[in-house]
T-cell receptor, first 113, second 116 residues
């Protein structure tokens, strides 16, 4: 069974640009959630999508947005990038029927210069 | 609001030693889930265990064991006879028990190094 796939794995952007990250969940999983991991703040929940609807949202500014497609693939977008957005962005998939047993991808490492 | 504290930041042991990773949590909710995840150098988090707040039974799985004590709000993780492959960052996490959801509150993690 293929795992969670995130693309791109690494990217470098400059302040003010925008970025889109992609996540393909495990086949059959309908829930995709996104987490930001930084050395200072640790792992923080961004949002969760289930069956194309945002089901849960963390405390991040509106510059962070996401969506989910009918095939459960998800994208997250960060607009007007700031230096503090440099982080590892992790995507996790689950069946959506069970709390917390998440399957994570290897992440997309974003560097903002 | 929920909070998870992992006071230990880095632990280094020699192979075959036992090691305990501490986790203390705070929540005003009476029903919740607790988790441990492992993050190897490749980056993806790997699910290890989930406990719900109703079940304070300790659990053992091979070399891993977990001690859940509601009275002290702790959910500690012990690795017996550690191996080099156990080297990773370990995260404790908490989630509300309100329906299926993926919103976990993580601790800052403990970096475990097991030396040969």
């Amino acid at each position: 069974k293929a795992g969670v796939t995130q693309t791109p794995r690494y990217l470098i952007k400059t302040r003010g640009q925008q970025v889109t990250l992609s996540c393909s969940p495990i086949s059959g999983h309908r829930s995709v959630s996104w987490y930001q991991q930084t050395p200072g703040q640790g792992l923080q929940f961004l949002f969760e999508y289930f069956s194309e609807t945002q089901r849960n949202k963390g405390n991040f500014p509106g510059r962070f947005s996401g969506r989910q497609f009918s095939n459960s693939r998800s994208e997250m977008n960060v607009s007007t990038l700031e230096l503090g957005d440099s982080a590892l962005y992790l995507c996790a998939s689950s069946s959506g029927r069970d709390t917390g047993e998440l399957f994570f991808g290897e992440g997309s490492r974003l560097t903002v210069l | 609001a929920q909070k998870v504290t992992q006071a230990q930041t880095e632990i280094s042991v020699v192979e075959k030693e036992d090691v305990t990773l501490d986790c203390v949590y705070e929540t005003r909710d009476t029903t919740y889930y607790l988790f441990w995840y492992k993050q190897p150098p490749s980056g993806e988090l790997v699910f290890l265990i989930r406990r719900n707040s109703f079940d304070e039974q300790n659990e053992i799985s091979g070399r891993y064991s977990w001690n859940f004590q509601k009275s002290t709000s702790s959910f500690n993780f012990t690795i017996t006879a550690s191996q080099v492959v156990d080297s990773a960052v370990y995260f404790c996490a908490l989630s509300l028990y309100t329906g299926a959801n993926s919103k976990l509150t993580f601790g800052k993690g403990i970096t475990l190094s097991v030396r040969p």
